[in-house]
């Protein structure tokens, strides 16, 4: 499998579907062995970003490519494959309005019957840290130990999946499900689902 040429073509998506802006967010996914992860690079726009530009690290951050260095954020991607070994990729938005909860720290709840599959349930919201940090990546394992995603407050979206098309997927759910939930919150009284 070509782990690079995949997450250049997500790294796309992830600009086209409104995911992200600028060069904010990352993706990544699980190498060939235990101890390799592929994961974008910093502060590379996604329309520029080549094969060439994906960094191949170990669980320290540590790479052997000098030309570009790692996502910021490698170690709450690190973080999470260490703690769930279902995870074999992992998808960090700053989508619009679900960053807008996090920035409220509001949780969205479940409000959509898709919301089970696809994202195990409501979306909580993990305590804010500085991005990059060690405490951010612990902050938010709880979290996902029963739903796939979960809001960062006032910074953004985490997303895992088996792959990197179900990461990504989840990414799509999470922002709909915000949307959705927005706009109910105007209209009305949203429904929460119990189950």
């Not at 570009?68 to 070994?85: D, F, G, L, Q, V």
């Not at 989840?170 to 949203?190: C, F, M």
């Amino acid at each position: 499998m070509n782990y690079r040429k995949l997450l250049v073509e997500y790294g796309i998506k992830l600009l086209n579907k409104n995911l992200v802006a600028g060069t904010s967010g990352n993706l990544s996914i699980r190498g060939e062995d235990e101890d390799s992860f592929y994961i974008t690079p910093s502060g590379i726009d996604y329309l520029k970003m080549r094969e060439e530009d994906i960094v191949k690290i170990n669980s320290k951050g540590e790479s052997s490519n000098m030309n570009t260095k790692p996502s910021s954020e490698w170690r709450m991607h690190i973080e999470i494959y260490k703690n769930y070994p279902n995870y074999n990729a992992v998808v960090h938005t700053h989508s619009t309005i679900a960053t807008a909860f996090a920035v409220s720290n509001k949780k969205i709840p479940l409000i959509l019957i898709e919301m089970i599959p696809f994202l195990g349930g409501e979306i909580d919201v993990a305590p804010y840290a500085k991005a990059g940090s060690k405490r951010l990546a612990q902050n938010i394992i709880p979290f996902l130990k029963h739903a796939n995603s979960c809001l960062m407050a006032n910074h953004g979206v985490v997303c895992c999946g088996k792959d990197l098309e179900s990461a990504f997927l989840s990414a799509e759910y999470v922002e709909d499900a915000a949307k959705i939930y927005y706009y109910s919150l105007n209209i009305g009284n949203p429904n929460i689902i119990s189950i």
